[in-house]
């Protein structure tokens, strides 16, 4: 059971480049989010998803972007990156019952290391 | 989401217990307190959950006062692989879109 895979671990930008950081999880788990951890400031959510089909935004969705067609893959786009985009990105994945009440704890990946120069 | 109040940093001796308190004095009735942490770089872990009663699993165990406005998370004999970033976290679900971390409390776990 692979569980929450992220790649690639780590990837260096120039200014302006775009990429796509892969997030799939193996666990038919519904729910999903990306977020950056900075140095001091703790996880902060960008975008969450709540099954295929279904994105919304989190604290710090600018300069990102994300799509769910799939229930196993939640893929974060960099349109233009920008130094302040430097971080560690986190994805996370959880089960959801339909009507929401019941949710398992958060699985997260082991993270991709973002450098933007 | 209510916000969580944690010590910035502490220290334990292994094989003692830990024990790292959390602070929510604005926890509405329906909202859980969650705990995770973090070893090194790693993807956060849960460790576990409440929402009025004690609890306890084989990683740790959670003490949640009776006004809930403060809770305790103990390990009850730390060991080195134990030195992590511990997260407080109140929510109404895990899946709610403001699953707020915060900075957490940093246990370093000394010989």
């Known amino acids: 059971n692979a569980g929450v895979t992220q790649t690639p671990k780590f990837q260096v930008l120039k200014t302006g480049q775009s990429m796509t950081l892969q997030c799939a999880q193996d666990?038919?788990?519904?729910?999903m989010s990306w977020y950056r951890q900075d140095p001091g400031m703790g996880l902060r959510l960008i975008h969450y998803?709540?099954?295929?089909?279904?994105?919304d935004q989190g604290e710090v969705p600018n300069g990102y972007n994300v799509s769910r067609s799939t229930t196993e893959d939640f893929p974060l786009r960099l349109l233009s990156a920008a130094p302040s985009q430097t971080s560690v990105y986190f994805c996370?994945?959880?089960?959801?019952?339909?009507?929401?009440?019941?949710?398992?704890?958060?699985?997260f990946g082991n993270g991709t290391r973002l450098t933007v120069t | 989401d209510a916000k969580t109040t944690q010590p910035t940093s502490m220290d334990c001796a292994e094989g003692r217990a830990a024990n790292l308190p959390c602070n929510h004095s604005?926890?509405?009735?329906?909202?859980?307190v969650y705990w995770y942490r973090q070893i090194h770089s790693q993807g956060p872990q849960y460790i576990i959950h409440?929402?009025?009663n004690n609890e306890t699993n084989e990683m740790a165990s959670l003490i949640i006062t009776e006004d809930r406005k403060s809770s305790t998370l103990i390990l009850p004999h730390a060991t080195l692989r134990d030195t992590a970033v511990y997260y407080c976290?109140?929510?109404?679900?895990?899946?709610?879109?403001?699953?707020?971390f915060g900075t957490g409390t940093r246990l370093q776990v000394f010989p």
């Open positions: 996370a994945s959880s089960y959801s019952d339909w009507t929401g009440m019941f949710n398992s704890p958060l699985h």
């Open positions: 666990m038919n788990h519904e729910y």
């Open positions: 998803s709540v099954g295929a089909g279904i994105t």
């Open positions: 604005t926890i509405s009735g329906n909202e859980y």
């Open positions: 409440g929402l009025k």
């Open positions: 976290i109140v929510s109404l679900s895990y899946n709610t879109d403001k699953l707020i």
